[in-house]
């Protein structure tokens, strides 16, 4: 498993679809993963520290959690099938680990606001993952450059399918909707 942080969000301008940027942690590769706008929400509310006036669903995960003593230990997105994203959130609660199958924009706004890891399989990385053009990690107007395969899961992504998805981050306004972790 790789371990990830959310980079950012960003908005298309084209069509105003939302996608988090999960990027390694000891590497250079990004993965974004399509999301819905109240997600997208969620997410980027937890990282900026803006706090709901009533609680989010997410909210009430973690206080529910927390109130039966249990604890989320971490996120991991763990399968990408049919171009869906599959995620797991992995809560310990005594002796006994229970594994809960999510979509990766919930189990993503939950793990920042229990600060667990997100955790992402190497396969899953290997076939989606991005990794954008130039050594300079800052350099945000990056457009993706490579797609990189994973030839023991079936070989390479079909370069066709990828196409939309590359086109649609093309078209990000990387400045106006760049929502960045502080810490």
Same mark, same amino acid.
């Given at each position: %498993?790789?371990?990830?942080? $959310?980079?950012?969000?960003?908005?298309?301008? $084209?069509?105003?679809?939302?996608?988090?940027? !999960?990027?390694?942690?000891? *590497?250079? /590769?990004?993965?974004?993963?399509?999301?819905? $706008?109240?997600? =997208?929400?969620?997410?980027? %509310?937890?990282?900026?520290?803006?706090?709901? +006036?009533?609680?989010?669903?997410?909210?009430? $995960?973690?206080?529910?959690? +927390?109130?039966?003593?249990?604890?989320?230990?971490?996120? !991991?997105?763990?399968?990408?099938?049919?171009?869906? @994203? @599959? =995620?797991?959130?992995? !809560? /310990?609660? *005594?002796?006994?680990?229970?594994?809960? &199958?999510?979509?990766?924009?919930?189990?993503?706004?939950?793990?920042?606001? =229990?600060?667990?890891?997100?955790?992402?399989?190497?396969?899953? %990385?290997?076939?989606?993952?991005?990794?954008?053009? *130039?050594?300079?990690?800052?350099?945000?107007?990056?457009?993706?450059?490579?797609?990189?395969? &994973?030839?023991?899961? #079936?070989?390479?992504?079909?370069?066709?399918?990828?196409?939309?998805?590359?086109?649609?981050?093309?078209? !990000?306004?990387?400045?106006?909707? &760049?929502? /960045?972790?502080? #810490?």
């Amino acid at each position: %498993m790789i371990e990830t942080v $959310v980079e950012s969000i960003r908005v298309s301008l $084209v069509n105003q679809n939302r996608v988090v940027i !999960l990027k390694e942690v000891d *590497g250079p /590769r990004h993965l974004p993963i399509w999301i819905g $706008v109240w997600e =997208a929400e969620a997410i980027a %509310m937890e990282i900026q520290g803006v706090n709901a +006036a009533r609680p989010l669903p997410y909210d009430l $995960v973690k206080s529910i959690v +927390a109130d039966l003593n249990g604890q989320i230990e971490r996120v !991991l997105v763990s399968d990408l099938t049919d171009e869906i @994203y @599959y =995620a797991t959130i992995v !809560l /310990r609660h *005594g002796d006994r680990t229970v594994d809960i &199958d999510a979509r990766p924009s919930d189990a993503i706004a939950i793990a920042v606001r =229990a600060k667990v890891p997100i955790l992402v399989s190497e396969r899953v %990385m290997d076939r989606a993952s991005l990794v954008p053009d *130039g050594d300079d990690d800052e350099d945000e107007s990056a457009t993706p450059a490579t797609v990189e395969a &994973d030839a023991t899961a #079936g070989g390479a992504p079909d370069d066709e399918r990828l196409t939309v998805f590359r086109d649609f981050i093309n078209t !990000l306004d990387l400045e106006d909707f &760049d929502k /960045r972790s502080k #810490g």
